[in-house]
């Protein structure tokens, strides 16, 4: 059985930071993209992040380009999300995600990450 468990979420300041982890079982890590998507309040769910399957490469949405980083683990099969500069806008429930199977394309989509975890609540207010 495949289980994505998100850990990290919590409350920030504007500017201020958090690390998201993700703890993956029940299938091959390292040969599945893995990535992040969010859920924002009162809007829908936004792909924010992915990485190839030896973590080389990184992807993101403009929304969250340069201020979070993606990261992996294969050894430990997690899957990891830094956010800086953290925004009200970054408000949203964040999902670790299983994406496409030995894939080397270079963009994503909601719909590549279909397999996801419970969730981990981020919200950023002062």
Known sequence: EVTLVESGGGLAQPGGSLTLSCKASGF?????????????????????????????????ADSVKDRFTIWRDNNKSELYLRMNNLKPEDTAVYYCAKGPWMSARSSWSLADFSVRGQGTQVTVSS
């Open 28 to 60: 091959r890590f390292d040969d599945y993209v893995m990535g992040w998507i969010r859920q924002l309040p009162e809007e829908g769910q936004e792909w924010i992040s992915a990485t190839n399957l030896n973590g080389a490469k990184r992807f993101y």
